[in-house]
């Protein structure tokens, strides 16, 4: 339980210390800085001061908790752990928001807005032509090939399984909970993995069609950007599809492997390595992409900026655009997607990956 975490609160700190420093030049703590002004000093403090806050306070607060809970049971530790990291996830938000703020005032201190030339370059109906940069659908084959040959697998072995059938599984691998063999017991983790496969296609092909923002200045590289943005993000998504993939198809191998034929060797633990490598390996590439993509833009010589867009922002988290038709747009703060939520189409979406999932309990 104690390792669990620990790699959750890693990946967390990992991601809140750089995050920052990754995002796109013309966006500080949720707000929309004009692009003659994106090398401003006082920007690169707010950053640091950010990073330094992680490292001062969120990284004492894990050590602690983790010290904690070395030395209480397990469902205590489950409890200490999920308490401490809403802790962690309220300071870290507590932290953005307060810098949030001061970017905002700060921004409005210097009069930015009103030194500017607004330049509109790109509109929302902007598309790439889906020829010119098609999507990359080959990255999410191997993931439905694995799920095809554990389907193929489960239907040779059908009338070999008994009457009961596992259907939840420990930290340790193994079923401690059983249900009557049915389609739905049998193909549960099928029914699963195909769900996230669809989900996490449907999120890349939408995010990768969706529209460009091009900026006023380096234009051109702008909107390459936008390109490899996009490019990175189903490259991201195919690989957490991977990891997942094989996690839960190992799983669905051991327990299935154990009833027909006595044998444990085969243990999901095995998978951990494997799963834990892509997805650090997955986030550090995705961070160290960015991070390049975005300090590549270069600011020119005049005042011109593309408009901002504060006003469709919420503390610069939740985005509100009935104008946009688009249902995803890139974060504001933090690497990634969010939705569009003045569009209706989303709420069915929220939706549908809420109640789809829970379904199958159903009939279990």
């Known amino acids: 339980m104690i390792i669990t975490f620990s790699f959750i609160f890693i990946a967390l700190i990992l991601i809140d210390f750089f995050t920052p420093h ?30 330094l806050f992680i490292v001062c306070i969120q990284l004492p607060l894990v050590i602690l908790l983790l010290t904690i809970a070395s030395f209480l049971s397990e469902i205590h530790q489950s409890i200490l752990m999920i308490g401490g990291m809403f802790v962690y996830l309220t300071i870290s938000m507590a932290l953005y928001l307060k810098l949030h703020r001061a970017v905002e005032r700060y ?33 999410f084959l191997p993931t439905l090939l694995i799920t095809t040959g554990l389907t193929a697998w489960l239907v040779y072995i059908y009338p070999a399984l008994p009457a009961s059938i596992p259907t939840h599984w420990g930290l340790s691998g193994q079923p401690d909970a059983w249900s009557d063999k049915s389609f739905f017991s ?42 490899e943005t996009r490019k990175l993000n189903a490259e991201m998504m195919a690989i957490m599809n991977i990891a997942t993939t094989l996690l839960l198809g190992l799983l669905l191998v051991q327990s299935n492997w154990s009833i027909l034929y006595g044998d444990d060797t085969l243990s999901v633990l095995y998978a951990l390595p494997i799963f834990l490598l892509l997805v650090f390996g997955s986030i550090y590439y995705f961070m ?14 005049n005042l011109q900026s593309s408009p901002s867009d504060d006003e469709h922002w919420k503390w610069g988290i939740f985005y509100f655009n009935k104008d946009n038709p688009d249902l995803f747009v890139e974060k504001k703060f933090g690497v990634g997607w969010t939705v569009n ?8 979406f929220l939706i549908i990956i809420t109640v789809v999932p829970l379904l199958p309990m159903f009939f279990l």
Do not use: C, M
């Open 288 to 301: 160290k992409r960015s991070k390049s993509l975005n300090e590549k833009f270069k600011k020119a010589n």
């Open 107 to 139: 921004k409005v201190q210097q009069g930015w807005e009103e030194q500017i030339s607004i330049v509109r370059v790109s509109a929302f109906e902007n598309k790439f032509d889906k020829k010119e940069r098609p999507f990359p659908h080959l990255l």
């Open 341 to 348: 939520f003045a569009r209706p189409g989303i709420w069915l």
């Open 22 to 51: 990754v995002i796109r030049k013309t966006t500080v703590f949720g707000i929309s800085i004009p692009e003659p002004f994106v090398e401003d000093g006082q920007l690169a403090i707010f950053k640091k001061k950010y990073s």
């Open 186 to 227: 049998v193909f549960f983790l099928i029914f699963i993995l195909l769900f996230l496969q669809l989900l996490l296609y449907g999120l890349s092909y939408g995010i990768f069609h969706s529209a460009v923002q091009i900026k006023a200045q380096d234009a051109s590289y702008s909107l390459q950007r936008e390109h």
